[in-house]
């Protein structure tokens, strides 16, 4: 079974600061590893995903993460916050076949304070 | 390429009552997923739809039931509604059928309130 933990339901940073918001899963399989943004009243949208190779994984917005196996984390990064930022972040695992469902963490609100 | 949409994007129910939700999944897609968001939690898995068979199913009772149809968009359906279903119930489509993970596009969402 699949499971994800983001450590602190809340995070704010500056803007122009480092963001950085945690994850860490738990997998009986290689996974496959997911950020999603939320903004408020909206759906969710991809932000990067890591399947196999480069454990480094850029994404969308200036975002990266990186697979650390040894670790079993995934934590997101952005080097320079920005106001528009501000939205829930959710961490998500998928076993590695097939098209399996998502297992979601319980989400990172990040705030930008100006 | 049109996106992931979802009908209504709000909704308001009593109580024992039934509930049907709609997506159209994004062009080229023939996987559609469910997912049941409560009010500051992450998405919950329901269950999946591929070529308009159920492809998995999570923890959820039977009242919550669903179709896929051959233009491969989806009802989800929700029988004796409980204050507890009051959530943003959001669809997902994905090219399933290869043996790797294909990434999941979310539409907009439905929210649901249970009075």
């Known amino acids: 079974a699949q499971s994800v933990t983001q450590l602190g339901s809340h995070v704010s940073v500056s803007e122009g600061a480092l963001v950085l918001l945690r994850c860490n899963y738990s997998?009986?399989?290689?996974?496959?590893l997911f950020w999603y943004v939320q903004y408020p009243n909206q759906g969710l949208q991809l932000l990067l995903k890591?399947?196999?190779?480069?454990?480094l994984v850029k994404g969308i917005n200036g975002f990266e993460a990186e697979f650390k196996k040894s670790e079993t984390s995934f934590h997101l990064t952005k080097p320079s916050a920005h106001m528009s930022d501000a939205a829930e972040y959710f961490c998500?695992?998928?076993?590695?076949?097939?098209?399996?469902?998502?297992?979601f963490g319980t989400g990172t609100r990040l705030t930008i304070i100006p | 390429e049109t996106g992931v949409t979802q009908s209504p994007t709000h909704l308001i129910k009593t109580r024992g009552q039934q509930v049907t939700l709609r997506c159209s999944s994004q062009?080229?897609?023939?996987?559609v997923s469910w997912y049941q968001q409560a009010l500051g939690q992450g998405p919950q898995f329901i269950f999946q739809?591929?070529?308009?068979?159920?492809?998995g199913r999570g923890n959820f009772p039977p009242r919550f039931s669903g179709l896929q149809f051959p233009n491969y968009s989806s009802e989800l359906n929700v029988n004796a509604l409980e204050l507890d279903d009051s959530a943003l119930y959001l669809c997902?489509?994905?090219?399933?059928?290869?043996?790797?993970?294909?990434?999941?596009?979310f539409g907009p969402g439905t929210r649901l309130l249970v009075l």
């Open positions: 997902a489509s994905s090219l399933g059928g290869v043996k790797y993970q294909e990434t999941q596009y």
């Open positions: 997998s009986s399989v290689p996974p496959y």
């Open positions: 890591y399947t196999t190779g480069a454990t």
């Open positions: 998500a695992v998928a076993r590695n076949f097939g098209n399996e469902k998502l297992t």
């Open positions: 062009s080229g897609h023939n996987t």
């Open positions: 739809y591929y070529r308009e068979e159920e492809n």
